[in-house]
């Protein structure tokens, strides 16, 4: 995985509620476990027609906006639990999704495939999405080790939580397995000293 440590990008502003993941990759594109390739398909029945035409109104395809956060209205990544949707954003190049609140299960999804889901307050979101508006050029900065996000235009910022053991893992760049493999000595040490216990018992 990627490392994590600061990151400033302009955003992609998705202005929309209780956006599920059946829109952020619909089912029939879940016929494989290979991850690469689903960012093809992110929001595809928003982002294009039925004879394969972009639908110039949606966000996607407003060259206007770009980066690697996606910010969106409150409870994203409702209803199934599928993967495959933080596979969709994590391929599409999103390294951010902030909403006012994320489905749990879409959460942890994403916290396991190297995309960070800030959750923030709705007003904050609200003053990314006006200055956005404003000026699609505007920057955010995440700064993970700080925990707090700000708006570089006019410096508002918040703080966000996450979870300690995530954290450091994207800080580091690791998977659950990575993170393992980063204590193996310590693991083996221990196993050594179990060991000596069973043998005096």
């Known amino acids: 995985m990627e490392k994590f440590n600061v990151l400033t990008t302009t955003c ?17 594109f879940l016929k494989t476990t290979n991850r690469a390739g689903f960012g093809a398909n992110l929001f595809r029945d928003w982002r294009y027609n039925a004879d394969g035409s972009p639908v110039l109104s949606f966000v996607l395809n407003n060259k206007a906006y770009g980066g ?7 409870n994203f990544g409702c209803g199934s639990s599928r993967e495959h949707a933080a596979w969709a954003i994590a391929d599409y190049g ?17 916290l396991n495939n190297g995309v960070l889901p800030l959750q923030v307050s ?12 404003k000026n ?15 708006i570089n235009t006019t410096g508002q910022n918040e703080r966000f939580d996450i979870n300690s053991y995530k954290k450091h893992c994207f800080i580091n760049g690791y998977d659950d397995i990575d993170y393992l493999l980063s204590i193996k000595e310590k693991i083996e040490a221990y196993e050594r000293i179990v060991n000596v216990g069973r043998k005096i018992m």
Not at 68 to 74: E, I, N
């Open 12 to 28: 992609v502003p998705l202005n929309v509620e209780s956006v599920d993941t059946d829109q952020i990759i619909p089912a029939r």
């Open 122 to 133: 709705e007003a904050f979101v609200e003053a990314i999405f006006a200055e956005v508006a």
């Open 68 to 74: 690697q956060a996606l910010v969106a209205g409150k």
């Open 136 to 150: 699609p050029d505007t920057t955010i900065t995440v700064d993970l080790p700080a925990q707090k996000v700000a």
């Open 94 to 110: 999103f390294r951010v999704v902030i909403s006012p609140l994320f489905a749990d299960i879409f959460k942890g999804n994403a």
